[in-house]
């Protein structure tokens, strides 16, 4: 790559990023007066600058030859905070840019554009209008900044500025308890999440001291060859050291991927702090359109992906875990709810947990080209579900609507394309599907392989890490088609709804086309793009995880593929349409059913979740809190009032002791003082014969003194 290219490149994304920032700031200084109406437009346009950069760049990137770019990566950094007693000297602020980054800018500022446009039409009306576009713009900046951090400490400054928007955002609609609730529990779990961060970012901060602060080898700016950051060579040099190897590596190196993991666990709300993401649906619908696509959950993956070169084995087993049980409660949840932006939401956390599991399972490149497939067909699906929502005068609950598609022909539509696209679905026993189709199916190929290898060591468990999730990708297409049927199909259900509902304005239809659209054709151009971030990948993966680990992720099994895809997911769309155009009728019938009666009330409960967190969590800190306050009463406090009673004794005796013999003793000195005062005074009455007296009496008294000391001495 020539150093203009790389240069504009840099320059490009960093403009990028900080457009958003500057929108918000401008929006945010301005009074209502100034700018209310036009806020929408404004930050939609400056949205468009930030595409705009990213885009060139991209093509920029593109245009360089495959060969040239393979573990080629750009960094521009300077010195921000100096730290004289590391190795780094400072901590630097910069830009990171390799395959991931420059298709991370393109998703994330294409769809927070049309999140924009969206907007404008969805938050008409509101009180505080341009405040929201403040805040969407700041929440945009945040996860860009996210995007092209250069070190972990810079990622952790942009991942808390992630959860300070977002909490923003879940709340902005601040007046209701139901908003008020759900941004402090999404808060609250994210700091939970954020405590691991912290701690595994402690860990490698022991092991490698300043080098953990070192933005890229050699603390160079420019093009750096291979992706590698300083610190995947200060491990791999450390642990070779001290003689461990890729296939034993340190406690202390599984110790802090794990640390770091739990971050991404908070942020994509994974197992178990996964309870926060469905109670975010109370923030205005464009919110939950880009939390769960393209900044907020996209986060924590995104996390996981830069740092999967540290995790061990055991690490990666770990991810795939909770990847796993994610997945599966979700898809459960999922099939159960009636608000329609709930089920969206439950599939989010299904889907999240084929990311984690694919990460987990060696399939490196399919999960996080599964996080930018699913970014664009699940806003999708969201806008289209806020078009709903809006028709129907903010009623949710799917079985008040039915046959809405005669009224909103194209959200229906949209809603559609990216229902096949979630299902993964295919021209049957052919390579040629939609995103879902190369993305999804890519990542259970890949834990057919990782199952099989942990084959020896977890027996038939290991199976399940490729069965769970085929179980749940048929699962996936049967809550999609339900949620479609019972909402754009058959009668109406509730006649007024119906009379009232009407297609949305063009501003929000505009980026839901867009989107459904990608959602088409993104995957099959994109797939050759993806292939080179495999390669680009391995000079720092396989290190770690070995060649054997590595190839996990390449594997594309064709017949696993042919079977999932061929007429299954056309069987389970067709039944779940079918059983539920009438509405919930059979479903009802199905789950009164004895067995599936008790499932159904779990999941339809979450799995009393939420119940055993209040219970044990919540619960046990009220206890340890009343706990606390009785100790403080009557233990703290009755120590503090005894103290004070003895002062308060101590300072009565002192003041009697005061009063009584050291004033008694002054006062009774002054008033023998003046009574012999007095005596004397009577001696002074003006008289001649009265002062002789005295004299004489005095002389007489010398005398006797004399007398008396000469007879005493004397003798």
């Known amino acids: 790559m020539a150093p203009q290219q790389a240069e504009l490149i840099l320059t490009l994304l960093g403009m990028a990023t900080l457009l958003p920032l500057a929108s918000a700031f401008i929006m945010i200084i301005l009074t209502r007066r100034v700018m209310f109406k036009a806020a929408g437009w404004f930050a939609t346009a400056v949205m468009a600058g930030s595409f705009v950069c990213a885009l060139v760049s991209l093509v920029t990137w593109l ?42 800018m393109a998703m994330v500022t294409l769809i927070s554009l049309l999140v924009h446009l969206y907007s404008i039409g969805y938050m008409n009306g509101d009180k505080r209008y341009n405040r929201f576009f403040a805040y969407l713009s ?15 400490m810079q990622m952790f400054v942009f991942w808390e500025l ?13 007046e209701k308890r139901g908003p008020q609730l759900a941004c402090k529990k999404a808060f609250v779990m994210n700091r939970i999440g954020d405590a691991g961060f912290l701690i595994g970012f402690g860990i490698l901060f022991y092991q490698l001291g300043g080098k953990l602060l070192l933005p890229a080898a050699g603390g160079a700016s420019g093009m750096v060859e291979g992706q590698v950051v300083t610190m995947f060579d200060a491990i791999k040099t450390l642990i070779e050291q001290d003689g461990h190897s890729i296939t034993n590596p340190p406690l202390w190196l599984t110790a802090a991927g794990i ?3 739990f971050g991404a ?3 994509s709300a994974q197992f178990p702090l996964h309870t926060w993401l469905p109670d975010a649906m109370e923030g205005p619908t464009p919110v939950s359109s880009i939390v769960h696509s393209a900044t907020m959950v996209a986060a924590g993956v995104y996390l996981t992906g830069r740092i999967y070169p540290i995790l061990t084995p055991a690490a990666h087993v770990f991810v795939a875990v909770i990847g796993l049980i994610t997945l599966v409660i979700a898809a459960c949840m999922a099939l159960v709810m009636t608000d329609i932006k709930r089920v969206l939401a439950y599939s989010t956390l299904s889907q999240l947990g084929y990311m984690i599991l694919g990460l987990g399972a060696g399939a490196y490149a399919f999960a996080l080209f599964h996080l930018v497939t699913h970014a664009f067909f699940k806003c999708c699906l969201f806008q ?62 890949g834990t057919v392989s990782y199952g099989h290898a942990l084959h020896d060591t977890f027996g038939a468990a290991a199976n399940l890490f490729w069965l769970a999730p085929t179980v749940v990708a048929y699962i996936t297409v049967f809550y999609m088609a339900r949620s479609f049927a019972l909402t754009f199909l058959g009668k109406p259900r509730n006649q007024k709804l119906f009379d009232h509902a009407h297609e949305a304005p063009w501003t929000m239809c505009v980026p839901q086309i867009v989107l459904a659209a990608m959602a088409i054709l993104t995957a099959p151009f994109l797939m050759g793009f993806w292939q ?28 696993h593929v042919y079977l999932l ?11 779940g349409i079918i059983l539920y155009i009438p509405g919930m009728k059979f479903s009802s019938k199905i789950a009164a059913i004895p067995g599936i009666n008790l499932l159904y009330t779990w999941a339809y409960n979450k799995f009393y979740f939420d119940a055993l967190y209040d219970t044990f969590v919540v619960g046990l800190g009220k206890l340890i809190s009343m706990i606390a306050a009785v100790f403080d009463k009557y233990i703290v406090d009755g120590i503090v009032n005894l103290v004070g009673l003895l002062g308060k004794a101590a300072a009565f005796l002192i003041g009697a002791f005061d009063i009584h013999l050291i004033d008694g003793s002054v006062n009774a000195a002054a008033a023998a003082a003046h009574s012999s005062g007095g005596l004397l005074r009577a001696t002074h009455a003006g008289r001649v014969r009265g002062y002789v007296l005295i004299f004489f009496a005095s002389a007489v008294l010398v005398v006797l003194a004399v007398v008396t000391t000469v007879m005493v001495f004397g003798a």
Not at 138 to 152: A, E
Not at 162 to 174: A, E, H, P
Not at 566 to 575: E, F, H, K, N, P
Request: hydrophobic fraction near 50%.
């Open 265 to 267: 666990i908070g942020k």
């Open 384 to 445: 289209c579900s806020g078009s709903v929502i809006n028709a129907a005068h903010h009623e949710q609950d799917m079985r008040q609507y039915g046959g809405l598609g005669k009224k909103l022909p194209v959200t229906m539509a949209c809603y559609l394309v990216c229902t096949l696209a979630i299902a993964g679905a295919s021209i049957p026993w052919t390579e040629f599907g939609i995103s879902g189709f190369y993305s999804k199916d890519g990542i259970i190929a």
């Open 565 to 575: 895809n061929g007429l299954a997911w056309i069987i389970m769309l067709a039944a």
């Open 259 to 261: 640390g770091l993991f």
């Open 162 to 174: 992630v959860g300070l928007t977002s909490y923003l955002l879940i709340g902005f609609w601040f």
């Open 63 to 104: 245009g360089v030859p495959e060969a040239d770019r393979r573990g080629l990566s750009l960094l521009k950094s300077i010195p921000w905070i100096p730290i004289p007693s590391t190795e780094a000297g400072h901590l630097y602020l910069g830009i990171l840019v390799d395959n991931l980054t420059i298709a991370m």
């Open 138 to 152: 700041l929440f945009t900046f945040s996860m860009l900044g996210i995007v092209i951090s250069n070190s972990i």
């Open 532 to 559: 080179s971030l495999i390669v680009a990948s391995e000079p720092q993966v396989a290190w770690i995880q070995g060649a054997d680990h590595l190839a996990h992720g390449h594997a594309m099994h064709t017949t």
